[in-house]
């Protein structure tokens, strides 16, 4: 691919997903296009094994832009980068086609594994801010990944997954459009637990009342049978 083509796609991409970009020209201020451009540079030097010298480009790029991509990663077309001021991408992740990371993303690996040991991320797949993925498995493609979250295991297409560690919440295999950034409105399972156990809560209180009350009564009752005999 040509830079100028390259150039222009990412352009596209980035006006696409980030409603903030008023001109064209305003993407060769966003660090996502310096890291990514830099990336494909490194990249193409760690393939042939000029291995410091690719390295040394990422790190430049990291301190530069805050977005540290390993040039052993493998990353497809259209991805996008908000912000990306704490993006972590590990040496042996792999990345699809039109991938949109917010902040603080990491695709990391867990430490204890040789080889693989970074997820792999399907094609349209969204990871808000300060999402962790870490480990070898795959994210299915469509899905999304709620801000916060810490994926430790496989996620199926078309998924959404909320909470720490996060839980799988399915969209009925709807696929998601790559224009969809939506990543505030997300399912919710433990906001969903609390209010069904406050309400499981609120009837045992009720049964409870009930309980009471009909003892209170059955006292009152004793009560009037003595004095009644008494008396």
């Known amino acids: 691919?040509?830079?100028?083509?390259?150039?222009?796609?990412?352009?596209?991409?980035?006006?696409?997903?980030d409603p903030a970009i008023k001109t064209s020209f305003e993407v060769f201020l966003?660090?996502?296009?310096?890291?990514?451009?830099?990336?494909?540079?490194?990249?193409?030097?760690?393939?042939?094994?000029r291995?410091?010298?690719?390295?040394?480009?990422?790190q430049r790029t990291a301190r530069k832009t805050?977005?540290?991509?390993?040039?052993?990663?493998?990353?497809?077309?259209?991805?996008?980068?908000d912000h990306g001021i704490g993006v972590v991408i590990g040496e042996t992740a792999i990345i699809g086609d039109?991938?949109?990371l917010y902040q603080?993303?990491?695709?990391?690996?867990?430490?204890?594994?040789?080889?693989?040991r970074h997820p792999t991320i399907g094609n349209n797949v969204m990871i808000s801010a300060g999402a962790k993925v870490l480990g070898s498995f795959t994210i299915g493609e469509n899905s999304k990944i709620g801000a916060g979250s810490v994926v430790l295991s496989e996620v199926p297409p078309n998924s959404t997954v909320v909470g720490v560690p996060g839980r799988i919440v399915k969209r009925d295999n709807v696929k998601i459009p790559r224009e969809d950034l939506d990543h505030i409105h997300l399912p919710d399972p433990y906001k969903n637990d609390v209010?069904?156990?406050?309400?499981?809560?609120?009837?045992?209180?009720?049964?409870?009342?009930?309980?009471?009350?009909?003892?209170?009564?059955l006292k009152k009752e004793i009560e009037d049978i003595k004095k009644a005999a008494t008396g």
């Not at 966003?30 to 094994?49: C, E, G, T």
């Not at 291995?51 to 990422?58: K, V």
């Not at 390993?70 to 980068?81: D, M, S, V, Y």
């Open 1 to 17: 691919m040509g830079l100028i083509k390259y150039i222009k796609e990412e352009m596209q991409i980035i006006k696409e997903r």
């Open 30 to 49: 966003y660090p996502s296009f310096k890291a990514i451009i830099n990336y494909r540079i490194a990249h193409k030097l760690y393939k042939k094994k």
């Open 51 to 58: 291995y410091f010298l690719a390295r040394w480009i990422s």
């Open 66 to 81: 805050g977005i540290e991509i390993h040039p052993g990663a493998t990353i497809g077309k259209g991805l996008f980068i």
């Open 98 to 100: 039109n991938v949109t």
């Open 104 to 116: 603080g993303v990491t695709l990391g690996g867990t430490g204890k594994e040789k080889g693989k």
């Open 195 to 217: 209010i069904k156990l406050r309400s499981e809560n609120d009837c045992l209180r009720d049964e409870l009342k009930k309980l009471y009350d009909t003892i209170d009564t």
